[in-house]
């Protein structure tokens, strides 16, 4: 299954992420690193709110990696700022999932990213998704 063209796309999911001293770096933004952190977190929420759950796909023998991520810096965050990640699906294939994601302030757009996963087989190489977890992912699209 390919969902690869520009059909319209449901809203996407959102997770609210507070801010704490740990996040950030002597300058008192928040640290480069811990948006990928965050967007992880979006990540992770997003699926289980689909019923897909990291621990059960391990018991399958399949996980997801991520093979790569074009993320851009367009605003700091902040020490007590509550923020929102927000996840949606842009791509899908058998084994490949192409995600957009949004870090937001107030509705305000700190940092946006694309990330590309991959279903991998626990004990190495590509793994094709399950149907039905295919299935999930494509009705996000919609």
């Known amino acids: 299954m390919s969902s690869s063209t520009s059909d319209p796309v449901s809203e996407p999911h959102t997770f609210p992420v ?3 001293y740990e996040d950030t770096d ?9 948006y990928l952190k965050f967007f992880e977190r979006g990540r992770t929420e997003f699926l289980r709110d689909l019923g897909i759950h990291h621990s059960e796909l391990a018991q399958q023998g399949i996980a997801f990696a991520v093979r790569g991520m074009d993320i851009q810096f367009l605003g700091a965050a902040h020490i007590d700022d509550l923020l929102s990640v927000s996840t949606r699906v842009e791509a899908i294939t058998g084994a490949r999932l192409t995600l957009a994601q949004t870090i937001e302030r107030d509705g305000l757009l700190l940092t946006q990213a694309k ?19 295919l299935d999930r992912l494509a009705a996000e699209r919609q």
């Open 18 to 20: 507070r801010i704490y």
């Open 26 to 34: 002597f300058s008192g933004n928040v640290y480069h690193a811990a």
């Open 115 to 133: 990330v590309v996963v991959v279903a991998i087989k626990t004990s190495g190489g590509v793994a094709r998704l399950p149907r039905h977890l």
